[in-house]
């Protein structure tokens, strides 16, 4: 394999990933062909509901080659999914959009443990305080 030359994040939509001014801005330094990665990604995340925004990680090589990992949305966007609300409180602690179950945490932090791999090695109990404190943050209440 050839040296590598860069490297990309973005957030496509799964299924749904077409050549755009965001994603050429991405991609077009590192000499990535758009297209070629629009089908790869589209034929990798056909699967998934359509319209999740899936996190991408791309490693492009010096001889145009790449590679990509897709990993799950954020944590933010599973909450906003679950509390049933658009987007969080404009000001956290003093006003609560919606609010969650503990349930819906614990199954949140099971799947982000379970697709994402640099989460697979950290403890259950841990990612649960992070889903909750990144509710707190976006002023969304857990209620038991």
């Known amino acids: 394999m050839a040296a590598i ?3 990309a994040r973005m957030r ?3 299924g749904a990933a077409k050549p755009s001014p965001a994603i ?4 077009g330094p590192l000499g990535v062909n758009m297209m070629e990665f629009c089908k790869s990604f589209n ?3 056909g699967a998934l509901v359509s319209e999740t925004p899936m996190r991408v990680h791309l490693t492009a090589f010096q001889d145009r080659t790449f590679t990509f990992d897709v990993l799950s949305p954020d944590v933010s ?3 906003k999914r679950a509390a049933g609300v658009d987007k969080g409180a404009t000001s956290p602690g003093h006003d609560s959009p919606g609010k969650v179950g503990l349930r819906a945490v614990y199954e949140i932090a099971a799947l982000k443990q ?3 791999d640099h989460l697979s090695a950290l403890p259950m109990p841990a990612l649960v305080r992070n889903v909750c404190a990144t509710a707190k943050s976006m002023g969304i209440k857990v209620v038991p």
């Open 5 to 7: 030359k860069g490297i």
């Open 12 to 14: 496509v939509l799964a």
């Open 24 to 27: 050429g801005q991405a991609l």
């Open 43 to 45: 034929d990798r995340t």
């Open 77 to 79: 966007w599973f909450l």
């Open 114 to 116: 379970r697709h994402d």
